[in-house]
Structure formats: C-alpha cells, structure tokens
Nanobody, 126 residues
Framework: VQLQASGGDLVQAGGSLRLSCKAS????????MGWFRQSPGKEREFVGSSSRNGVNRDYADSVKGRFTISRNNDDNTVYLQMNALKPEDTANYYC????????????????????WGQGTQVTVSS
C-alpha cells in the first residue's frame, strides 16, 4: 500500500488543522492506521492509532483531548484532526499502516508498522 499525507501548514497557537492520509491499493480495511511525528533532532514519536474498524483509538498523552484520529474505509483515508495546537506540536507528521487480522487492535510503536507516508509539515507559531 502507498500512503500520501497532506494538510500540513503554518498555523498560530490555539488554531486547528486536519491532516489527511490517502491510501492506494486494495484492502485498506485490513490495516491498522497510525500517525507519528518527528521534529529535528528528536526521535519519531507516536501520536495516534485507529483500529481497522475505527472503533478503537489510542493517543499519546501529549495530544489526548486535542487530537482525534478517524478513518473512512470507503474512501481509503485516515484523518488527524488537531485542535488547540501548541508550538510543541511543530513537527513533520507521518501516517503509517500495518496489516493485522484483529479488527480491534491499535498499535503505538513505530516498528510495528509496515508502510509509511512521506510526511507533511505542521508548524505552530506562538
């Protein structure tokens, strides 16, 4: 599967953005989807994950209550709605996919994902 992330932009603190990640190929419903981010000089960190059926979602503590991951399995797209953005949210955001038989599992470790998008830059000014 190929992943194409978009939606990154420059936004003021307190603002909102919605990132999208479109998957090509078949069987999008077979994939757990995740969002990660990476800032210069830092390791890639987990942001959020959606189970295959979209029912179960998991978030990093740093974004809980502000970010929401969702997916449209009919459109092969996963979204990350980001509200109340902070300067520390500035990073390159990556979507990722992992094929799993269990439709309810979420994945929080980058090493568990098989496919990665190219990243989209989010910059939050203070």
């Amino acid at each position: 599967v190929q992943l194409q992330a978009s939606g990154g932009d420059l936004v003021q603190a307190g603002g909102s953005l919605r990132l999208s990640c479109k998957a090509s190929g078949r069987a999008f419903r077979s994939y757990v989807m995740g969002w990660f981010r990476q800032s210069p000089g830092k390791e890639r960190e987990f942001v959020g994950s959606s189970s295959r059926n979209g029912v179960n979602r998991d978030y990093a503590d740093s974004v809980k209550g502000r970010f929401t991951i969702s997916r449209n399995n009919d459109d092969n797209t996963v979204y990350l709605q980001m509200n109340a953005l902070k300067p520390e949210d500035t990073a390159n955001y990556y979507c990722a996919a992992a094929c799993r038989a269990n439709s309810h599992v979420t994945l929080t470790l980058a090493g568990w994902y098989d496919y990665w998008g190219q990243g989209t830059q989010v910059t939050v000014s203070s």
